[in-house]
């Protein structure tokens, strides 16, 4: 294997507005789901780390058996690279298609405002004070670095700007326990992937609802090129709503 030479530029690109669609987004990211919209589709999550996990697992015990300062070591540290190199390139191809598809889809995408830096914290703790469930919390931080939030909107956001479209960000507090049509706030409401509400009985695949809740948050909101925001508080305009909680356990690619 040989060595691979990059080059990196900075060039500026001029604006090419798309047509209106009069559509406002609201994005919700997950683990399971990487993002369903408030259309009601749901994005499946690839999880291309965790597929390529085995195969990295016996490159690295290979490496670590491997002498140092050897011709063997170092094809073994080549291949490692590599898996890991094809991992990243997978994922940047699928979420650069996916940040397409959506803003093509709509005038104004409507993002959580996530901070990632702490949502991946680790929960080691301190000797005085150490953490719990320590392994559970890296498996959880593993699946979100593995799907790649932050990139997502980096994308989202670039070809918004290069669309002309507009990208808004929202508080992301209790996205996932309100209900997107009466607004009540509960744990209970939501059950696993599936939400119903014990307020009005309105039910949807969870991610759904936390969707159609951060689209509602974009109201107060300045709508920019046309998108209209009147049916902000009609979860009625989700296909099939009611039918998405009888198969809200099922991932439906988009």
Not at 120 to 137: L, M, Y
Request: proline fraction near 4%.
């Amino acid at each position: 294997m040989g060595e691979h030479w990059y080059a990196s530029f900075e060039c500026e690109r001029k604006v090419k507005p798309l047509a209106p669609t009069g559509k406002v987004l609201g994005i919700d990211r997950g683990v399971h789901v990487l993002a369903a919209t408030s259309e009601g589709k749901l994005i499946r999550n690839p999880r291309f780390l965790e597929k390529a996990r085995l195969l990295i697992a016996r490159l690295q015990r290979v490496v670590s058996r491997r002498p140092r300062g050897g011709k063997n070591r170092r094809k073994a540290v080549r291949l490692l690279a590599r898996a890991h190199e094809r991992v990243k390139e997978a994922r940047r191809g699928f979420l650069h298609k996916t940040s397409r598809k959506i803003v093509n889809g709509a005038d104004v995408v409507v993002l959580e405002a996530l901070d990632l830096r702490s949502m991946t914290r680790s929960a080691k703790g301190t000797i005085e004070k150490p953490g719990r469930n320590v392994a559970a919390k890296a498996g959880l931080n593993r699946a979100i670095l593995d799907s790649s939030f932050g990139l997502l909107r980096q994308m989202i956001v670039a070809k918004a700007e290069e669309a002309a479209r507009t990208v808004v960000e929202v508080d992301p507090r209790y996205s996932s326990q309100e209900c997107a049509r009466c607004g009540q706030i509960a744990a209970e409401s939501r059950r696993k992937r599936c939400y119903a509400c014990i307020g009005c009985g309105f039910g949807v695949h969870a991610d759904v609802n936390a969707a159609l809740v951060i689209r509602r948050r974009a109201e107060l909101r300045p709508a920019a090129r046309g998108a209209s925001l009147e049916d902000l508080d009609d979860p009625r305009s989700v296909p099939n709503a009611g039918a998405e909680l009888a198969r809200c356990d099922q991932d439906v690619a988009a």
